[in-house]
């Protein structure tokens, strides 16, 4: 009973949240306003997605804004731009998510073979690629003048964006994934309990290293739709993904110990803290408040998943 | 008949302790071994051996008549040989399907997506043999102990797909977690699998391996003392056998005269830790020694921990001179005068890369400094030394890190980290002498009856039965959690090794 | 020697050289770095991540992080520039007295909540950042003239800079505490190994609290000193600080895993961060180039000093 309302408590508080601010205000219910919660759910979604797979394997990546941001400024200086020269058309695409992969694939090699905690190389990871984003940064805004990537964010379909409509198809693949492949389902086993795979022969770390790849990967793509967004290359585009998008893993029950969770948690948890940033607003708190919230959300909800795994002997770094 | 599987002259060593001497075993085909020994006789590192978990220093092993080589599980798997974990080694967030087939080459997928018919259909197979009827695509989290019992078991008959001829399992412990009626289905199992293959069965249970063994099978210091039919078997006879080396020589021995203090320095009455301890009462004056025994897993140590403070749910009263002892963690226990050596002294005893000085003053250094939380180095040189000569640790200087110290000499580092302050009042010795070799022991155990004469009241978890022989003036036996015997007056009427071992098996 | 020793006495005087060589190296592309005008002005200038590097220390002697450095700093900043019209140089005392307690909050809920210290101060990070926005409404609040502390932090005496006197004072004492007191002996094994410590009736809570309490004064502290020297506040001001301040501890020698190194060779690591950033800048390459020196000596600082024999499985 107990396990059906963890498993089930995080949908419960999103409907009782979406509930209350429906109550309370007029706005919030109407579908302009539940589109524009959609809108701004995609990139955290898109983030978290890739976090899901390497937080189930109990590891953590903090490269997030470094990897977007660097994503973004690469994108916006090899498609038609106002400032270089330079014009691979969509070819940036696959250009920039293959380094994203990298990147990822760069962070679980280091930590497995020098044998680091993620939290560090990945802590020097972000460093890197806010480096890298700002030496690859033409000195000047580039606009990106690729109508075909604006559009993305631009044309909306039904009231939504291509934005929205990519993040739900990335959704769907990896809840595929995670169901109903090997990669999928051993992630979340190695989180469990890694040393018991390692003796049953599965090769953890092509695992480990998948899994970067992919949240790198996913960083990446949402620095092209942050450039679709915003319409230019900035070296600070990724800042302020970070925060939200751990949160949200954590909130619906992809917990950082591992092993636990998974990709459609992690929506439902995105989803709760947009409709509480959105809400929130709506109900007059100030907006400058919102990492402050963010902040507390995410040790209550941290503070509340491990409640249980309490122990004296346990040794909390 | 024939022979499926052997060892022959097996030995490992770790560090200073031989744990396989010189051993050899036979499996004839179809039949069910029971092995049955003490704490640290050898049975689990026999076990691991031929899991493929230990590699030995020396022997060979045969399956069939043919030597082979088990360098890892997968090695042993590969020979017919699996084990069903004490630890389950099941993953509880998959399914019993994916379970099954963790550790075995065909894993259903193409290109790394799950053929879930495929799958299912293998599982259900597996299941059938074991006759569990689950859907296979349950996650193991919901199911019972025993039911994950029957998978472990499941998943090591799915061997008999991969490997040719003979399987050979190894069951080491599986009834610890299970209630009767489990056990009762286990067994039936196990009855059911011996016309494929051969069983080591591990239990520190008397009665279950008389229940299903075809031969018991004697382990003592790392040796096999005696096989036995079924038929043959004289129950006496195995818990002399199982005392083996331990046996106290009676002309030798020393009786310490204890001088007890007249109110008791701890007093349990009915702690219960749920799912460790349960109704556990003893008293402890001063200046005695009360030396607790069972085998592993009895909860002796739980009863240590619980008193000091690290149990994290008990009910129960306990009293400390009188007064109710209301405390939540080590350092109100240290506080009030009570002291822990821990079992784990690499996890929890040393304070690794750190000199044996800072190890020795980290728990009372503050009573001979300065005030105000200042220490004093120099005070503290002088009282260290004073230790170190006293109880012969071996070491180039006190400001020598500890771990490159012997583990008789960290032992005793630790163990003065305890007698370094003025107000201890009660010292609770969890398996002190583990993995000392026998000078060091010695050595340990005159320091032990010394602090007793002095007035120090002591808590032993023993690992040997000489060792409670030797040191208390009372013993508590232990078993599955509660008291199974009560023995006062040791120094003067010792009981015989044998009536402690009925107790604890 | 063994190839033990000689990892050891790297480990112990590795700083030290890394940072005379880095000195040569500056030194001889730009000999006039070696002006006492140009030190000054450089530790002047970085006074305040060399004070936030002397408090993040203690944490990660015990073998945690926190991550809230940065965003302390910069609340403390701000709230000590709204104080200041009305507290006077009693704005400076109340802010890192307030942050001390919050720190000690911190350090106490990671071990009553049982939540590892770098999701603690991740949360945190966001509650002050959100704090100081909302304080100062996104906007810069200023500071006038004439109050004596932010006078005294922003002058100097002898020709050398206030505020880099006070960073030496508070590493000193805090040199002291680590080397003479019971507290600095507990911090120390709880790094090493803090089940033993436990055992050993160390009150686990009181520790970390204690340094977790000294990480976010020292970085209150270290706000006050950025707007002595800039007269302005804002909720980002001391933002871009806490990588750099990471850096210098790590590179300093105080290894991630806990239980080793100290004050004094966290200050040459952020000596060592700050001619980094002076290499950086004298060899022509683009200012944004510092984050990628800083991110690739973290990933070497950290390779070399943490003990790996503590970690298990490398998560």
Known sequence: MSKRLQSLGPLLALLVLVLLFSAFTANFASLPNLAAVLEAAAIPAIVAVGLTFVLMQASIDLSVEGVASLANVLLSITVANSVTATDIGLWAIPLVIGVGLVIGATSALVSIYVRMPSLIVTLGMWLTTVGFAALLFPGRLPQILETRITSLAIDKHFGLSSVVYLTLLLIVVAVLVEKHTRFGRMSRAIGENEPVLIMSGIRVNRHKVAAFALAGGCYALAGILLGARIGVGNTQSGVGLLFPSIAACVLGGTLLSGGHGGVRQSMIGVLILITLRNGLIQIGVDPLLQSALEGAVIIVAVAGSTWHLRRKIRVIK | MTTAFSLEGISKRFGEVTALDNVSLSLVEGEVLGLIGQNGSGKSTIMKVMAGLHRPDSGLIKVGGRVVQLRSPLEAASAGIGMVHQEQSLITSLTVAENLFLDKPATSTRMGVYKWGDLRDRAKHQLDKVELDIDPFTPVSELSFGQRQMVELAKVLSLEELVQGHLVILFDEPTAVLNPPEIDALFSQIRRIKHRSSVVFVSHRMDEILTISDRVYVMSDGRNVATRDKANVNVDELYELMVGKQRVNRQDRKPREAHLGDQPALTLKNVTVPGEIEGISLTLAPGEILGLIGVQGSGAETILRTIFGMADEWTGNIEYFGKPLTIDSPAEAVHKGIGYLPAERKTEGMIRNTSVSENVAITYGWQHGRGGGMISRAKERGLIEGWVKKLAIKTPSISHRIDNLSGGNQQKVVLSKWLFGKTLKVLMLDHPTRGLDPGARSDLFAVIRELADQGLAILLVADTLDEVLNMADSIIVMKDGRVSARIEGVQAAPPSEEELVKAMV | ?315
């Open chain 3, 1 to 315: 020697m063994t190839k033990d020793n000689i990892l050891r006495f790297l480990r112990r005087n590795g700083a030290l050289l890394v940072l005379l060589v880095i000195l040569t190296a500056v030194s001889t592309a730009a000999p006039g770095i070696l002006r006492w005008r140009a030190i000054n002005g450089l530790l002047k200038d970085n006074a305040p991540m060399l004070v936030m590097i002397v408090g993040a220390t203690l944490p990660i002697l015990l073998g945690c992080l926190d991550l809230s450095i940065a965003a302390m700093a910069s609340l403390a900043a701000v709230v000590a520039a709204m104080l200041a019209p009305t507290l006077g140089s009693f704005s400076a005392v109340v802010v890192v007295a307030g942050a001390s307690v919050i720190g000690a909050v911190q350090g106490y809920l990671i071990g009553r909540l049982q939540v590892p210290s770098f999701v603690i101060s991740l949360g945190a990070l966001g509650i002050f950042k959100g704090v100081a926005m909302y304080l100062t409404g996104a906007a810069m609040v200023g500071i006038q003239p004439g109050i004596w502390v932010y006078d005294l932090l922003g002058g100097r005496v002898f020709g050398m800079s206030n505020s880099f006197v006070l960073v030496l004072i508070v590493a000193g004492l805090f040199a002291a505490m680590l080397k003479f007191t019971n507290l600095g002996r507990n911090i120390y094994a709880f790094g090493a190994n803090e089940i033993a410590v436990y055992i050993s009736g160390v009150r686990r809570d009181w520790v970390r609290s204690f340094a977790f309490a000294a990480s976010a004064g020292c970085a209150a502290l270290g706000g006050v000193m950025m707007i002595s020297q800039t007269m302005f506040a804002s909720a980002t001001v001391a933002g871009s600080l806490l990588l750099p301040t990471l850096v210098g501890v790590i590179v300093g020698g105080t290894a991630i895993s806990g239980g080793v190194g100290g004050v004094l060779s966290s200050l040459i690591g952020g000596l060592i961060a700050i001619l980094i950033r002076v290499g950086v800048t004298i060899s022509g390459l683009p200012p944004e180039s510092q984050d990628v020196a800083f991110g690739i000596t973290i990933l070497i600082a950290v390779a070399l000093t943490t003990d790996r024999a503590k970690i298990g499985l490398v998560k």
